[in-house]
């Protein structure tokens, strides 16, 4: 079983940026799509944005589009979100997950496994 450990995560103003990181520890990191996912209290888990094996197909939610952009790298086991002109409403706390399945799904769900989360805060 794979286990993904986030960073990054923080308090920053409005209109800031934070880079999300999240490490796999295992060796089949390459073989299956990677999800960001977002939980603000008292709210079910979201879809933010999707990254498919190899990198090449993206997939984001209407709200954080030229905002934010999802990256890996398979050869650190590491999948990114770059966030900038954050917003209040982007405050929560974020996971990343790993899809098996690598049909980029947009369902938490169907997410295989996740890692432990780290908290983000925009203030206004």
């Known amino acids: 079983q794979e286990q993904l450990v986030e960073s990054g995560g923080g308090l920053v103003q409005a209109g800031g940026s934070l880079r999300l990181s999240c490490t796999a520890s295992g060796r089949t990191f390459r073989n299956y799509a990677m999800g960001w996912f977002r939980q603000a209290p008292g709210e079910e888990r979201e879809f933010v944005a999707h990254i498919n094996a190899n990198g090449v197909l993206k997939k984001y939610r209407d709200s954080v589009k030229a905002r934010f952009t999802i990256s890996r790298d398979n050869a650190k086991n590491t999948v990114y979100l770059q966030m900038n002109s954050l917003k209040p409403e982007d405050t929560a706390v974020y996971y990343c997950?790993?899809?098996?399945?690598?049909?980029?799904?947009?369902?938490?769900?169907?997410?295989?496994?996740w890692g432990q989360g780290t908290q983000v805060t925009v203030s206004s």
């Open positions: 997950g790993g899809d098996r399945s690598n049909r980029m799904v947009v369902v938490a769900a169907q997410i295989d496994f």
